[in-house]
């Protein structure tokens, strides 16, 4: 509801009419008379009592409540914020001599190149070089170089790293000389905002006792932030007819969602789905994007530097595009331009090899491979 407020001085204008107008021979209101300190100090108390009111709407609705108190009305219905998400991602343990064998304890932390994003090596079976019983990474003899999944220790989106950004041992590993990560972190995601919050809340409301293409996306959505989806009915995943099956396509940002995230979006879905249904939960064929151009540069511009922020942007925006969503070659070359005042020109831009749109279907996503600036 609405709540028609009045600022200071009209509390008072409206006092000092309201009186004379039943005692017109009280003239006395100049600054520093009783009447006037009166007045003032009564609509001090309606302020006071007015900034009461405007908390308690507030704090009362999940459309005006903000923080701790939209956490406290939605967690009467059962619902909590999500919280942030810590990007993980796969670097490359390599070393110079490669005769003895060598491991990578669980625990182990790798960083930049200024130290501001430090990551930790953790379990990961799907990793060939992971060994569950040193509870390690191990590089045989002769392996020069391993994939090891590692975590970043913040969780959000201050996690996420560009391609070779992940470069310094934080600490010695005997037998291991550097790191580096081939492809960008781009899976780290904030806590979930207030708007979100709000939305999510106003499709929770909606799915209840529901099941319903709303009621399971919710229950998608609710797993963690920064997941999407998409949901295909009444026909399997190669596009055959099938009645009473359905499948979910759900990805985390990264182009390739790890198997316990999608085993726990298949239990969401399962609790929302309707009875006598069958459903598969997978996750999006990751597409890679190849990306060459060269830029031109004006004078008092470090073309290195230019380049660098063209290729980081660029980057960036192919990693943000969701399921299904195609790759525009002329946007490309603007996002190259936008990338910074020094850029005055982009010449062979080709993606995967041509000067084509790429596009995706709804279960694949596109996701930033080589992009070569010159």
């Known amino acids: ?126 990793q060939s070089a992971y060994n569950s019983t040193l509870n390690a990474y191990v590089a045989a003899g002769g392996i020069a170089s391993i994939n090891v999944t590692v975590q970043a220790i913040l969780p959000g989106s201050g996690g996420n790293a560009g391609i070779g950004a992940i470069s310094q041992l934080a600490s010695s590993i005997p037998g291991i000389d550097t790191v580096t990560n081939a492809t960008a972190f781009s ?70 969602p790890p198997s316990p995230l999608l085993s726990t979006v298949s239990n969401a879905v399962d609790a929302a789905r309707p009875v006598g249904t069958r459903f598969n939960v997978f996750g999006p064929t990751r597409v890679n994007v190849t990306v060459i151009a060269t830029i031109a540069t004006s004078a008092g511009f470090t073309h290195a530097t230019v380049v660098s922020l063209v290729t980081t942007a660029i980057t960036n925006y192919i990693n943000s595009l969701t399921m299904g969503q195609a790759l525009s070659y002329t946007r490309l070359a603007q996002i190259a331009f936008d990338a910074s005042p020094g850029v005055t020109n982009v010449t062979g831009l080709q993606i995967n090899g041509g000067n084509a749109d790429i596009t995706a279907t709804a279960q694949q996503v596109l996701r930033a491979g080589t992009v070569t600036i010159s």
């Open 1 to 126: 509801m609405s709540l028609n407020t009045l600022d200071f001085t009209t509390l008072v204008r409206n006092q000092v009419a309201a009186i004379q107008g039943k005692a017109s021979q009280l003239i006395g209101f100049s600054v520093g008379s009783v009447l006037r300190a009166m007045v003032e100090t009564n609509a001090a108390v309606v302020l006071w009592l007015q900034s009461l009111i405007l908390q308690v709407l507030t704090t009362t609705r999940a459309a005006t409540s903000i923080g701790a108190d939209l956490d406290s009305f939605v967690n009467d219905y059962g619902m909590t914020r999500l919280p942030a998400i810590a990007a993980i991602g796969t670097v490359a343990f390599s070393r110079f001599t490669a005769t003895q064998q060598a491991t990578v304890p669980i625990g182990a932390q790798v960083q930049t190149a200024d130290g501001s994003q430090v990551f930790s090596v953790i379990a990961d079976s799907a």
């Open 187 to 256: 899976n780290g995601v904030d806590a979930e905002t207030d708007i979100a919050l709000r939305a999510r809340f106003v499709a929770f409301l909606g799915s209840l006792s529901k099941a319903t293409k709303t009621a399971i996306g919710n229950a998608v959505l609710g797993v963690q932030a920064g997941l999407t989806y998409a949901l295909v009915e009444n026909q399997d995943f190669n596009g055959t007819p099938d009645n009473g099956y359905f499948y979910v396509i759900v990805d985390d940002g990264s182009g390739n």
